[in-house]
């Protein structure tokens, strides 16, 4: 019998100061009007006062848990994709299985930067198809703000903090992943980095006196490459399915900026109206901007039960992944804590 992981509880999370072109425009030289022609975005959340990756990630993963009604105790496994983790060691999933008190359980983290709910997803579906793990608490957090260079309008308008969390779950029922299409290009890292910080480029107080310890973007050759490896993977992932885009009803990109977006759109020839968008009021969040706009998808409806759902992201690396995903709570779900049985509540 085929073995499926659905998601049967999901949840964001953001930091509360928000931060707007207007204010951006006193850093450095840049405008609302530029920014919201060049990139869509409006505002977007930067962490303050004890906020962290971590506490990020925990908040999304309260509500994803509630929603999917378990208890610490019904988490075998925790799965946590960001490439800013909270300290280099321990991974950032084990801070966040401490502070939720899920005891017994795995954690680890993984690194693809924005394409890493897809690609995280993509590793916890095969986990649960393996036997691995019944159900995984799986969270997507970035603060990119902590790479940020605040004096560099190519890039410090363009990115946000922000967390968001899926509770997956064994079922013989078709709802999750279908399929998913993943790549990376290592050969061009340039394009997207932050040069030092790890064992290659260690931050002596030479390296922190230059800007090898932001981020650093080819935004032109980005926009391009990301244009292409998102229509190219998503089709792939279709192909895997067994599926055409005519079987799609809303695709969820990596909100990067609205112009790549729609140029993908474009290519894909489908109408803008059925790609969810939500960069206008967070930027680019990295991991965390799928399952954010699947988490505000639902909540306006606009993704129900039974609903094929295109993803699509890429990011750092290079990489780039792309999924098919039946979103839907199976009506038979697996005992959790307390409970011989539940049955499907209306979402
Ligand atoms: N405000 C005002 N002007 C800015 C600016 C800002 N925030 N950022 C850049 N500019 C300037 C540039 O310096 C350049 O000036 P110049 O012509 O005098 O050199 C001018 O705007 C045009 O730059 P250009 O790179 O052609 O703009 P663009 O239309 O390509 O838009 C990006 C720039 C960064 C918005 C766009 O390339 C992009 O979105 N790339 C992808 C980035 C991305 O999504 N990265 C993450 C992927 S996961």
């Known amino acids: 019998m085929a073995l499926?992981?659905?998601?049967?509880?999901?949840?964001?999370?953001?930091?509360?100061?928000?931060?707007?072109?207007?204010?951006?425009?006193?850093?450095?030289?840049?405008?609302?009007?530029?920014?919201q022609s060049r990139t869509g975005i409006r505002e977007r959340h930067i962490i303050s006062n004890g906020e962290s990756t971590s506490t990020l990630a925990v908040a999304a993963s309260r509500d994803a848990m509630a929603m999917a009604g378990v208890t610490a105790a019904d988490i075998d496994m925790v799965i946590v994709a960001t490439f800013t983790p909270d300290r280099p060691l321990p991974a950032t999933a084990c801070r966040v299985q401490a502070a939720l008190g899920i005891t017994n359980a795995a954690a680890f983290d993984i690194a693809a930067a924005c394409s890493g709910f897809v690609y995280g997803l993509t590793v916890a579906t095969s986990l649960i198809?393996?036997?691995?793990?019944?159900?995984?608490?799986?969270?997507?957090?970035?603060v990119v703000s902590h790479f940020v260079n605040w004096t560099d309008r190519n890039t410090c308008v363009l990115f946000g903090d922000g967390a968001g969390a899926v509770i997956l779950e064994a079922t013989d029922q078709p709802y999750g992943l279908l399929s998913s299409d993943l790549g990376a290009a290592g050969d061009r890292e340039e394009l997207l980095m932050v040069e030092a910080g790890g064992?290659?480029?260690?931050?002596?107080?030479?390296?922190?006196?230059?800007?090898?310890?932001?981020?650093?973007?080819?935004?032109?050759?980005?926009?391009?490459?990301?244009?292409?490896?998102?229509?190219?993977?998503?089709?792939?992932?279709?192909?895997?399915?067994?599926?055409?885009?005519?079987?799609?009803?809303?695709?969820?990109?990596?909100?990067?900026?609205?112009?790549?977006?729609?140029?993908?759109?474009?290519?894909?020839?489908?109408?803008?109206?059925?790609?969810?968008?939500?960069?206008?009021?967070?930027?680019?969040?990295?991991?965390?901007?799928?399952?954010?706009?699947?988490?505000?998808?639902?909540?306006?409806?606009?993704?129900?039960?039974?609903?094929n759902i295109l993803l699509t992201a890429f990011g750092g690396g290079l990489t780039w992944a792309s999924a098919v995903v039946r979103w839907g709570v199976p009506v038979q779900r697996l005992p959790v804590h307390g409970q011989a049985k539940t049955e499907r509540s209306a979402e």
């Not at 198809?129 to 970035?142: E, N, S, V, W």
């Not at 998503?234 to 112009?259: C, E, Y």
Request: include cysteine.
């Open 4 to 35: 499926y992981a659905a998601i049967v509880g999901w949840g964001m999370s953001v930091p509360t100061r928000v931060v707007t072109n207007a204010e951006l425009s006193t850093l450095v030289d840049t405008s609302d009007e530029w920014i």
């Open 129 to 142: 198809q393996t036997g691995a793990a019944k159900r995984i608490l799986f969270c997507a957090t970035d």
């Open 199 to 307: 064992t290659c480029l260690p931050l002596t107080p030479d390296v922190l006196a230059t800007d090898k310890r932001f981020l650093t973007m080819n935004g032109r050759e980005i926009f391009k490459l990301a244009v292409r490896a998102m229509e190219v993977s998503s089709l792939a992932a279709l192909q895997k399915a067994n599926l055409s885009l005519a079987d799609i009803a809303v695709v969820v990109p990596h909100q990067a900026n609205r112009r790549i977006i729609e140029a993908i759109a474009e290519r894909m020839a489908v109408p803008i109206q059925q790609f969810y968008i939500n960069v206008e009021r967070y930027g680019n969040t990295s991991a965390a901007t799928i399952p954010m706009a699947l988490t505000e998808a639902a909540a306006e409806g606009v993704i129900q039960h039974d609903t």
